[in-house]
C-alpha cells in the first residue's frame, strides 16, 4: 500500500515539473533572434538591423544572441522570400519598396504577406540645383517645368519608381505639372546623382537629403526642397515643400516586420521590446548621427500606415506612368 501511494506521489510531482518545463517552452521566445538585411553590408537597410540589433543588445532588452543576415537580391525580394518561411524569431527590415515593388510588378509579395511590428524612423527627401542655378525655390522650377518639361533633366537613381523618383512626382502633380511629362535621367546611385549634378549634366536632382547635406553645406549645390514637415537643424536655410505652397509631407521610412501569421504572444514581445528600444538615449544618438528622425510606429500604427501608404503609392505610380 505504501509503495503505491509513494509511486503515485512521485508521478504527481514528476507530472507537476514536466508542466512547469511546459509552460516554461511555450513562452516566447525559445531560439536566438535574427534579423534580415534584405541587402548587402552597408546602406541603409543594413545599418538600420545592426542599430536595432546593438541598441536590443547593449540595453539587454532581450536574452538571446542576435544576429544580422544579410540576404542581398531583387529590391528586397530576396531577404522578404526568406523571411516568408520563418517563424517569429527571424525579423527583417522593410520600406516603402514592399509596396512599390509589387505595383511595379517586379513582386508577388505585399505587406499583407507579412506581420507589421514598428516603423521605425525616416530620412527626408530633397531637390537640389547646381550651386550657380538661376533657381532658388522650387516654385521656380515647377514653373521651368510647366513652360517646358522637356527643357529641364531631372537626375534620379537608381531606378525609377523609388521614393526619390515617386516624391517628385507628387510635389509636380500638386504643383498641376504632368508627372508624364517630367524628363528624368536615371542614375545608378546617389553618388553618381550628385555627379551629375556637379558635372553639370542635370538641371535638378530628386534625392535623399543625406546624399545632398554635405555638399549645401560647403555651397557647392542648392537643396531647395525638403519633404519633411518642418524645416531640419543644420539646414536651416532650406524650406519645406509646404512652405513653398506644395502640400507634401514624403518620408523616405525604414521599419521591421515579422513573418506570416504571428501569435498575439508573439506580436505583444516585440511591440514591448522595439516600444522601450526606441526610448533608449542609444537609439536617440544612432538617429542623430544618421541623420534620421524619430518615426515610431507600434504595430498596429504600422498596419494602418501600410494601408495608407499603399493608396499613396497606387495613385503616384499610376500617375507617373509606371502602372502595369
Known sequence: MKKTMLLAASALILGACSGEASSEEETFPTENIEIVAPASPGGGWDLTARSLTKVLEDNELVD???TVANKPGGGGEVGWQYLNGQDAHTLAVNSSLLITNNLLGSSELTHEDFTPLATLAT???????PADSEI???????EKIKEDPSAVNIGVGPALGNDDHLSFVQAAREFGVDPKQLNFLVYEGGGDVLTALLGGHVDAVTTSLSEVKDQHLAGDVKVIAISSPE?????EDVPTYVEQGIPVEFPHWRGVMGPPDMTEEEIAYWDEKIGALVETEQWATLLENNDWDSFYKDSAETSEFFEEQTELYEGLVQDAGLGE
Do not use: G, T
Open 231 to 235: 524645416r531640419l537643424p543644420d539646414i
Open 123 to 129: 530620412e527626408w527627401q530633397s531637390v537640389a540645383v
Open 64 to 66: 538571446q544572441s542576435i
Open 136 to 142: 532658388d525655390n522650387v516654385e521656380e522650377l515647377m
